[in-house]
Nanobody
Framework: QVQPVESGGGLVQPGGSMRLSCTAS????????MGWYRQAPEKQRELVAK???????RYTDSVKGRFTISRDNAKSTVYLQMNDLKPEDTAVYYC????????????WGQGTQVTVSS
């Protein structure tokens, strides 16, 4: 059983930066994809960023140029560096493990709140 454990999140001012981390405990395979999704109040959960085991990435259009996803396979950890944060980035961010470049995985973290506000 794979259990993603997230860290990071909190309150940041517009224009600020924040980094989220997610480490997989259990038998996570390093050849699987890792990603981040988010869900704002009264909105559907959406993909933020995805990274394959080969390091190929994809981003939702609204975060391109501001967010960077990366992974450390030796640590079974995925990171999301968020720069130039905007109020519309406010959401609960979820780590997602498994799946592929196009599909979400079966393993979800508990979610971490990111609030962008002055």
């Amino acid at each position: 059983q794979v259990q993603p454990v997230e860290s990071g999140g909190g309150l940041v001012q517009p224009g600020g930066s924040m980094r989220l981390s997610c480490t997989a405990s259990g038998s996570f395979r390093s050849d699987e994809a890792m990603g981040w999704y988010r869900q704002a109040p009264e909105k559907q959960r959406e993909l933020v960023a995805k990274i394959t085991n080969e390091g190929i990435t994809r981003y939702t259009d609204s975060v391109k140029g501001r967010f960077t996803i990366s992974r450390d396979n030796a640590k079974s950890t995925v990171y999301l560096q968020m720069n130039d944060l905007k109020p519309e980035d406010t959401a609960v961010y979820y780590c997602n493990l498994g799946g592929s470049y196009y599909s979400m995985g079966n393993y979800w973290g508990q979610g971490t709140q990111v609030t962008v506000s002055s």
